[in-house]
């Protein structure tokens, strides 16, 4: 039976206002679940993106919506939206490695730049503003599990910290334009999310893995695979955020939102040879430099203030996953040992995930 997207949503609210909600970065994988979800919700959205690691595909579906606009921009230049701007939620910035290092001053501009020019039309239009931080401000942490109060362990001068950098930097802007012009500001520091809509081969654990396994080529792990993440899959997080921007204007963050429980990354190349049932090999590989070794939140604040927990079981989450990927990379679906997607959904309907998503509301 297919579970019906808005059923799981609705979960997160009641937000009964509406707003005109700019979502930058909204034709990327989390922005494009994040513009779905405001939609459903009643608010206007306009999808600001330069389309640089995100995809119009990712937001086909929305481009006859009548509350739905497209801008193409690239948010190191200011941003002008006409009328009023009642949310702004800054996603704009690749989030891959792969993508990240490619053009790193590119990166590095567009989380500092971009920060400020999106916190300077929030200022102008009395918008709250939601910035999708990053557990790797926490770097190659000392401390395992990380809270907010860890101030972190980055490598300011490696090949990440364009990245790592950039987003510290930009939640520093933040919290300036909030102690000097008093903006609204919400910082959430995302840890690895999941889920359909994610890029083929961007080197990030699930997608990589997954596709690899559906083609039957060797899985590739950097490192001896001890090493640990912690997998949000894409709807607890979307939750997450919605729920933290409209929690009350003294909740700034930062925040962590992400799943505390913690998988070693050979742990979860097994759990989708198993789920897919391929026969694909490990192919082991030198870790790259500054590559965390441990990764996990602690969620306590996010559970306190906002009400949130993850919902979704990572074997629940990684079969939808694999679902997707399973079309996109052209696979027959019988040729895999997954259903297809509305199957998929469906195993959500078991009555223990059924319980857990009523931690959101
Ligand atoms: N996916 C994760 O696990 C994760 C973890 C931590 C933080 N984040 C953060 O969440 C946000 C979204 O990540 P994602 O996984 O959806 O990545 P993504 O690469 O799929 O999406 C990023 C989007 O931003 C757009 N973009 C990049 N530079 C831009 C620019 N200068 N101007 C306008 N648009 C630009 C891209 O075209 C893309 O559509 C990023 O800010 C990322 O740092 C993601």
Same mark, same amino acid.
Request: with cysteine; net charge positive.
């Given at each position: 039976?297919?579970?019906?997207?808005?059923?799981?949503?609705?979960?997160?609210?009641?937000?009964?206002?509406?707003? +005109?909600? #700019?979502?930058?970065?909204?034709?990327?994988?989390?922005? @494009?679940? *994040?513009?779905?979800?405001?939609?459903?919700? $009643?608010?206007?959205?306009?999808?600001?993106?330069?389309?640089?690691?995100?995809?119009?595909?990712?937001?086909?579906?929305?481009?006859?919506?009548?509350?739905?606009?497209?801008?193409?921009?690239?948010?190191?230049?200011?941003?002008?939206?006409?009328?009023?701007?009642? &949310?702004?939620?800054?996603?704009?910035?690749?989030?891959?490695?792969?993508?990240?290092?490619?053009?790193?001053?590119?990166?590095?501009?567009?989380?500092?730049?971009?920060?400020?020019?999106?916190?300077? *039309?929030?200022?102008?239009?009395?918008?709250?503003? *939601?910035?999708? !931080?990053?557990?790797?401000?926490?770097?190659?942490?000392?401390?395992?599990?990380?809270?907010?109060?860890?101030?972190?362990?980055?490598?300011?001068?490696?090949?990440?910290?364009?990245?790592?950098?950039?987003?510290?930097?930009?939640?520093?802007?933040?919290?300036?334009?909030?102690?000097?012009?008093? #903006?609204?500001?919400?910082?959430? +520091?995302?840890?690895?999310?999941? $889920?359909?809509?994610?890029?083929?081969?961007?080197?990030?654990?699930? @997608?990589?893995?997954?596709?690899?396994?559906?083609?039957?080529?060797?899985?590739?792990?950097?490192?001896?695979?001890?090493?640990?993440?912690?997998?949000?899959?894409?709807?607890?997080?979307?939750?997450?955020?919605?729920?933290?921007?409209?929690?009350?204007?003294?909740?700034?963050?930062?925040?962590?939102?992400?799943?505390?429980?913690?998988? /070693?990354?050979?742990?979860?190349?097994? +759990?989708?040879?198993?789920?897919?049932? !391929?026969? !694909?090999?490990?192919? *082991?590989?030198?870790?790259?430099?500054?590559?965390?070794?441990?990764?996990?939140?602690?969620?306590? &604040?996010?559970?306190?203030?906002?009400?949130?927990?993850?919902?979704? +079981?990572?074997?629940?989450?990684?079969?939808?996953?694999?679902?997707?990927?399973?079309?996109?990379? $052209?696979?027959?679906?019988?040729?895999?040992?997954?259903?297809?997607?509305? /199957?998929?959904?469906?195993?959500?309907? @078991?009555?223990?995930?059924?319980?857990?998503?009523?931690?959101?509301?």
């Amino acid at each position: 039976m297919k579970v019906d997207r808005r059923d799981r949503y609705r979960r997160a609210g009641p937000f009964p206002e509406r707003h +005109r909600t #700019v979502v930058t970065g909204g034709a990327g994988f989390i922005g @494009s679940h *994040l513009c779905d979800r405001l939609l459903q919700r $009643g608010d206007s959205v306009i999808c600001v993106d330069v389309l640089q690691t995100g995809s119009m595909d990712n937001i086909r579906a929305l481009l006859n919506h009548p509350k739905f606009a497209f801008q193409r921009h690239d948010v190191r230049e200011p941003l002008a939206v006409s009328g009023p701007v009642d &949310r702004i939620y800054n996603l704009a910035c690749p989030a891959s490695p792969i993508h990240y290092q490619r053009d790193p001053i590119g990166t590095l501009k567009t989380c500092v730049l971009g920060a400020a020019n999106l916190l300077e *039309l929030a200022n102008a239009k009395g918008s709250r503003i *939601l910035q999708a !931080s990053t557990s790797e401000v926490y770097g190659d942490p000392e401390i395992h599990p990380q809270p907010e109060a860890y101030v972190g362990h980055v490598n300011p001068i490696g090949p990440r910290a364009c990245y790592d950098e950039g987003k510290r930097a930009a939640e520093a802007l933040f919290f300036d334009y909030r102690r000097t012009h008093e #903006v609204a500001i919400k910082v959430a +520091r995302i840890f690895n999310t999941y $889920g359909p809509r994610m890029l083929e081969e961007d080197g990030r654990v699930v @997608s990589n893995f997954i596709v690899q396994a559906l083609r039957g080529e060797p899985i590739t792990i950097y490192g001896s695979g001890a090493q640990t993440r912690s997998f949000c899959f894409i709807d607890d997080l979307v939750a997450g955020l919605e729920l933290l921007m409209e929690s009350p204007e003294t909740v700034t963050g930062p925040c962590n939102l992400g799943n505390p429980e913690e998988t /070693s990354v050979e742990e979860i190349a097994r +759990r989708i040879l198993a789920l897919t049932g !391929s026969r !694909s090999g490990i192919d *082991l590989r030198p870790l790259p430099q500054d590559d965390p070794k441990r990764r996990r939140p602690v969620i306590d &604040r996010a559970a306190e203030t906002l009400g949130w927990t993850p919902k979704i +079981r990572l074997e629940d989450g990684l079969r939808e996953t694999i679902a997707y990927f399973s079309l996109r990379v $052209g696979q027959r679906k019988d040729e895999v040992n997954v259903a297809n997607i509305e /199957s998929a959904r469906a195993r959500r309907r @078991s009555p223990r995930s059924h319980d857990v998503e009523r931690a959101h509301t």
